[in-house]
Nanobody
Framework: TIELAESGGGSVQAGGSLTLSCTITGLVNPKSCMGWFRQAPGKAREGVAAIDALDTIAYSDSVKGRFTISRDTANRILYLQMTGLKPEDTAMYYC????????????????????WGEGTQVTVSS
């Protein structure tokens, strides 16, 4: 069974930074396509950042230049470093992985991810 657990969320002021972590257990291939997604109240879940089996990375336009996705394949941990946080970044953040061979760009589309964590809340105040 593949299980994901996010941590590192919290409340920060605009301009602040946070680093989210996602520990993945039960995953045979540590270089499976993985991603970070977020969902704000009343809005659809959206892709934030993704990394695929070739280590190609993609970001949504709204976070490009501010967020960095990375992973520790040995320990099966996915990270999301967030800097320059804005109030509009406020959302529940989820990590996810898939057994499908998605590219990082495809991964931002949210579809195809069968394994999700329960999320960690990020709140940015102005």
């Amino acid at each position: 069974t593949i299980e994901l657990a996010e941590s590192g969320g919290g409340s920060v002021q605009a301009g602040g930074s946070l680093t989210l972590s996602c520990t993945i257990t039960g995953l045979v291939n540590p270089k499976s396509c993985m991603g970070w997604f977020r969902q704000a109240p009343g809005k659809a879940r959206e892709g934030v950042a993704a990394i695929d089996a070739l280590d190609t990375i993609a970001y949504s336009d709204s976070v490009k230049g501010r967020f960095t996705i990375s992973r520790d394949t040995a320990n099966r941990i996915l990270y999301l470093q967030m800097t320059g946080l804005k109030p509009e970044d406020t959302a529940m953040y989820y990590c996810a992985t898939t057994l499908q061979s998605l590219t990082a760009i495809q991964a931002l589309g949210v579809r195809g991810f069968g394994y999700w964590g329960e999320g960690t809340q990020v709140t940015v105040s102005s």
